[in-house]
């Protein structure tokens, strides 16, 4: 689950659990990603395997397996739908790489760097149809049903990221609104289908598919914030693509909102033009600002938001991590 844990010994103590738990299931997930995606072409299957190698920790299969334990059992569907949505995530980071210029993710170069962005837009493609193809083989349609429109609505987030790229009066409202679709709708399928395909009653896989909503938008808030703070080295992915491409995150918007006029100005001025001179400059307004602070209490309440959802579940291991995650949810050094 390297998508949300900071690299503590509480991180890695979590992972060890959630191991022990589902271990097993986790390999069996994994051997259906491989055998739905193995090709008759050679080159298919070495841009396939290099993209294992930046593949996270599963997060998104984890929490849908989380969520079928704590309310119910873990069945066969469970696991093809854990194959099922971690192709669909990957999917978006192969275009998302695309899309940011990206070169590298996880100390690996992406596909577009590799190769070009002609094998990563196909490569996407790829794996979105397979996806598709291998949820319809469930008995139940709802699947399908629930995750196209999920991934409908993760790509209405990023088309509205693009178009309010270099937007400087882009409003809070309209950024939680962008990254709910485009970060958190998928987080928030992947726990409604694990509590509804456990058998949960409807106001339980409500309540899981709010945690995963939640849990999400914690998530890119610190996605957000890791890309004006982050090191490369440490976190392995090509940092400030939000400032290149003129993406008004939280912080920012933050710090537009909080600044006199004259310094909003030159922040506006700053932001039009992110050459790496004025990236730094902008730097120091971020630091004599309450930005950073103020996105992190965000993530952080609503982290406790996704926690609060949990109330009703009976007392679980399965429960106790699910609760552990959103403690860790805006640490994203992991």
């Known amino acids: 689950m390297k998508d949300v844990v900071a690299g503590s010994t509480g991180a890695s103590g979590l992972l060890g659990q959630i191991d022990e738990l589902f271990g097993d299931d986790l390999v069996r997930v994994e ?3 491989a055998e739905e995606l193995k090709s008759w072409h050679p080159f298919v299957n070495d841009v396939l395997g290099h993209m294992t190698r930046f593949r996270g920790k599963r997060l998104r299969p984890i929490l849908l397996l989380l969520s079928a334990k704590a309310c119910g059992t873990v069945t066969h569907d469970h696991l093809v739908l854990s194959a099922v949505v971690e192709m669909i995530h990957t999917a978006t980071l ?27 837009v196909l490569l996407g493609d790829y794996l979105f ?4 193809h291998l949820a319809s083989g469930l008995e139940s349609t709802l699947a399908c049903r629930l995750i196209g429109h999920s991934t409908n609505l993760v790509c209405e987030g990023e088309l509205a990221q693009i178009h309010e790229r270099g937007n400087q009066d882009l409003t809070e409202a309209q950024y939680l609104e962008i990254i709910e679709g485009k970060t958190a709708e998928l987080c928030a399928v992947c726990c409604q289908l694990g509590a509804h395909f456990a058998e949960a009653g409807e106001a339980t896989t409500a309540a899981m598919r709010e945690y995963g909503r939640c849990l999400g938008i914690a998530f890119q808030i610190a996605d957000d914030l890791l890309d004006v703070l982050g090191n490369e080295g440490e ?6 693509s939000d400032l290149k491409k003129q993406k008004l995150t939280l912080p920012l918007i933050r710090l537009l909102d909080q600044s006199s006029p004259e310094d909003a100005t030159e922040i506006r001025r ?13 730097q120091k307004f971020v630091a004599g600002s309450d930005a950073i602070e103020y996105a992190f209490a965000q993530a952080n309440e609503f982290a406790q938001t996704a926690r609060q959802q949990l109330a009703e579940l009976p ?12 403690e860790f949810a805006t640490q994203r050094s992991w």
């Open 235 to 240: 976190t392995g992915k090509s940092l400030g």
């Open 129 to 132: 149809t397979h996806a598709f």
């Open 94 to 120: 192969v275009h998302d790489d695309v899309l940011d210029d990206a070169e590298i993710r996880r100390h690996v170069a992406t596909i577009n760097s590799r190769w070009n962005n002609e094998t990563s």
């Open 31 to 33: 051997q259906i990603f």
């Open 315 to 326: 007392d679980s291991v399965s429960k106790r991590l699910l609760e552990e995650i959103t």
């Open 270 to 282: 700053l932001l039009a033009d992110p050459t790496e001179p004025n990236r730094d400059k902008l």
